[in-house]
């Protein structure tokens, strides 16, 4: 079954600091990997959009990596600010799904304290 | 700048009530989406349309139906709202091949 698993399940970390969110994937062959911002009581915003032929992609403080060999996906971020805190979440497209076959992680909670 | 605009933010309704969920689109996108998000769960799929009065039903549609008369707007129908169905609903819609854009959320309570 494909499925994207994402980890830690949640994290906080001090303002200013650096950190890096996970995502491990078995969705293959895949078209491409986005993350996605979602603060609280919001609606997810998207943060970057990878295809399977790239293996980095920067939003300014943002940095997400991918690695299709071991089939693992990484979002860093940079200098944390406040706003930085809501769920980061994974989503993986099927190659040869339509759009409809998006398959979401369950996210990362982060949380950045003063 | 692009917008999904749903109907509500916040909504409680009793079980077995109708409940209609709307949501809007004004990037004359052709595919929009239903999703519901529960904790730990993820994001999944409820119903989706790619045309208008088209639709095909995603991994979760017991207990949800959807109309989509016109291109911009795609409502999400509670036939007889149940406690299992308290949740936050997300509508999205998308260009064939982009990415998805969402509207801000609707959390449902359902007592």
């Known amino acids: 079954k494909n499925q994207v698993e994402q980890s830690p399940q949640s994290l906080i970390i001090l303002e200013g600091k650096n950190c890096t969110l996970q995502?491990?994937?078995?969705?293959?062959?895949?078209?491409?990997l986005r993350w996605y911002k979602q603060d609280t009581g919001r609606g997810p915003v998207s943060l970057t959009i990878?295809?399977?032929?790239?293996n980095t992609k920067s939003n300014g403080r943002y940095t997400a990596t991918l690695d299709a060999d071991t089939k693992q996906s990484s979002l860093h971020i940079t200098a944390s600010q406040l706003s930085d805190s809501a769920s980061y979440i994974c989503v993986v497209s099927p190659f040869s799904g339509g759009y409809n076959k998006l398959i979401f992680g369950a996210g990362t909670r982060l949380a950045v304290h003063p | 700048d692009v917008k999904v605009t749903q109907s509500s933010r916040y909504l409680v309704k009793r079980t077995g009530e109708k409940v209609f969920l709307e949501c809007v689109q004004d990037?004359?996108?052709?595919?929009m989406f239903w999703y519901r998000q529960d904790p730990g769960l993820g994001l999944r799929l409820i119903y989706f349309?790619?045309?208008?009065?088209?639709?095909e039903k995603g991994d979760i549609p017991e207990g949800y139906s959807v109309s989509r008369e016109k291109k911009e707007r795609f409502s999400l129908i509670l036939e007889s709202a149940s406690t299992n169905q308290t949740s936050m609903y997300l509508c999205?819609?998308?260009?064939?091949?982009?990415?998805?854009?969402f509207g801000q959320g609707t959390r449902l309570t359902v007592v």
């Open positions: 990878m295809t399977f032929s790239e």
């Open positions: 990037m004359d996108h052709e595919n």
């Open positions: 349309s790619y045309d208008v009065k088209m639709k």
């Open positions: 999205a819609s998308t260009r064939t091949g982009t990415e998805a854009f």
């Open positions: 995502c491990n994937y078995t969705v293959s062959p895949f078209s491409n």
